[in-house]
């Protein structure tokens, strides 16, 4: 056994910027930017001129890539929510396509996936699933 003693890691010895470091979802910058938003409908709602150097707020800083208008990832969507609830699976297809939208090709899919994975559970091989890392070799 080494005679080298490492360093007990501590709130005492930890580095204080780590201790500071923040991830505000609600912080000083989306406040004030809420507040922009506001005031810039509130002078649009009273056909108003607007007070700022511009007229719209784009909030970029919360990772929602559909508030700037990119449409959701549907066929994984639908997908996964049929890999995690198969038993939709179960009932005629119609309503998933027809009141749900449901696409045919993401129906089959997860049918194919569920028939060579079994299941969708919390745990896999630790390099992940096998047939799915085949499948990506041969793409």
Request: proline letters at 7%; glycine letters at 4%.
């Amino acid at each position: 056994m080494s005679s080298l003693q490492l360093p007990i890691l501590s709130k005492d010895t930890i580095n204080p910027h780590v201790k500071a470091a923040e991830y505000p979802v609600r912080g000083k910058l989306s406040l004030k930017a809420e507040a922009f938003r506001q005031e810039i409908t509130q002078f649009s709602t009273l056909q108003k001129p607007i007070a700022l150097p511009f007229n719209e707020v784009i909030f970029a800083n919360i990772g929602n890539p559909q508030q700037l208008d990119q449409k959701p990832i549907t066929f994984i969507r639908q997908v996964l929510s049929l890999i995690e609830y198969p038993q939709l699976l179960e009932g005629p297809k119609d309503p998933l396509v027809a009141q749900f939208a449901y696409k045919r090709d993401a129906i089959i899919r997860a049918k194919r996936l569920l028939k060579e994975i079994r299941s969708a559970g919390a745990y896999s091989e630790s390099q992940g699933v096998f047939y799915i890392r085949k499948k990506s070799r041969n793409l």
